[in-house]
């Protein structure tokens, strides 16, 4: 049944606020304006109170109270409702609730306060005092646990505290910090979240260390990888400084593996390297492989010296005839002999073979 209410007109100065208000900051520019309001057009809504004595307690509308406070007035309108102690802060919780007063953090400390009372068996309970449901009762409950707990800024959103909650303290605190020095949007908190609570050790590492490159998408990819090959591309990614994209091909290119032969063929595979290498050493060391090994170098070495002296003249005369007095070549022509021996050798030695 509901409380009978009285109505009256009391001096102001005989309110008190409510010690279990769950508002906890008055914004000073909103109260100025809605004194300048009370000035004009007075107190109409009244302010729901309960008897204390000779005094009255304030249960819901604080905020009109302090305005008319600043706007001078004298007197307000009140409604006089018998309210017991401990029922205060749930209609003052209520009251706010409906006109959408409360910040997010501020709802939260309130609920939380409520259900620390003891006086309902469950968050079902509670949530149909509130009007609300067990899951809202028990997600602003645990945000309010987790803030105390964990001494998280009431500027952190509550979306971002739901986020991470399910992460342990220290990856919610490294993500929380993120977000605060890297201004990370809301949604990418999301997408940390959901990686971090499935990421390896060493991805996870990556991915909450301050100024990290790794982002979540990239992480996601890295997974795909064994734990190993995770520590070596995240090294190449922070050294190569590489972006999202050239990351993830990175990655992918990483996943393909050479197969290796049975253990059964190794023996054998390595018996045929070594023979090989036996083989071509045999070969170098002949002297038809060494006469065509100095040709092929004094050709390439002609090549070098060309290139040079192009831009090379006498000093004297400005010409540009150098070359080897020995046989009065030029070094145009000797760079075409040499290459012509090499060759020469290359076509004899391909016949004879």
Same mark, same amino acid.
């Given at each position: ?9 009391? %001096? ?31 107190? +109409? ?13 304030? /249960?819901?509308? @604080? ?17 006089? !409702? %018998? ?7 749930? @209609? ?18 309130? $609920? ?39 001494? +998280? ?23 929380? @910090? ?5 201004? +990370? ?31 979540? !998408?990239?992480?996601? !990819? ?23 994209? @050239?990351? /993830? ?6 996943? $393909? ?45 002609? /090549?070098?010296?060309?290139?040079? /002296? ?22 145009? %022509? ?6 012509? !021996?090499?060759?020469? %050798? ?8």
């Amino acid at each position: 049944m509901p409380t009978e209410m009285k109505f009256k007109t009391v %001096d102001i100065d005989i309110l008190s606020p409510n010690p279990f208000q769950p508002r906890e900051h008055f914004d000073k520019e909103s109260l100025t304006e809605l004194a300048n309001s009370l000035k004009s057009r007075g107190q +109409i809504q009244p302010v729901v109170v309960r008897e204390q004595g000779s005094r009255y307690q304030i /249960i819901a509308g @604080e905020r009109r109270w302090r305005a008319a406070k600043i706007a001078g007035l004298r007197e307000i309108p009140v409604l006089v !409702k %018998d309210t017991a102690e401990e029922n205060v802060l749930l @209609e003052s919780l209520i009251e706010n609730l409906h006109r959408l007063n409360l910040t997010s953090v501020e709802r939260e400390n309130a $609920v939380y306060r409520l259900w620390k009372t003891g006086k309902w068996k469950n968050h079902a309970e509670l949530g149909r005092e509130l009007g609300k449901s067990p899951t809202w009762v028990s997600s602003n409950v645990n945000s309010a646990i987790i803030r105390k707990k964990e001494k +998280i800024s009431p500027t952190i959103s509550t979306r971002i505290i739901h986020s991470t909650s399910t992460l342990g303290e220290e990856e919610r605190s490294q993500i929380i @910090e993120k977000f605060r020095r890297e201004e +990370i949007t809301e949604p990418k908190i999301r997408e940390y979240a959901r990686v971090v609570k499935k990421a390896t050790k060493p991805v996870k590492k990556a991915l909450l260390k301050p100024k990290s490159r790794v982002t979540p !998408k990239m992480a996601q !990819k890295l997974l795909e990888l064994p734990e190993p090959k995770q520590v070596r591309a995240v090294k190449q990614i922070e050294a190569l400084r590489l972006e999202e994209d @050239e990351a /993830i091909s990175h990655v992918e290119a990483m996943k $393909v593996e050479i197969p290796l032969p049975p253990p059964e063929e190794l023996g054998e595979v390595r018996a045929r390297y070594e023979e090989l290498q036996k083989d071509i050493k045999a070969k170098l060391s002949t002297p038809e492989a060494i006469e065509r090994g100095e040709l092929f170098r004094n050709w390439t070495s002609h /090549i070098a010296v060309a290139g040079i /002296i192009d831009s090379i003249s006498c000093p004297v005369c400005k010409s540009k005839k150098l070359g080897w007095i020995c046989h009065n070549l030029t070094i145009q %022509d000797a760079l075409a002999k040499a290459e012509k !021996k090499y060759k020469e %050798d290359l076509t004899n030695s391909s016949r004879g073979g």
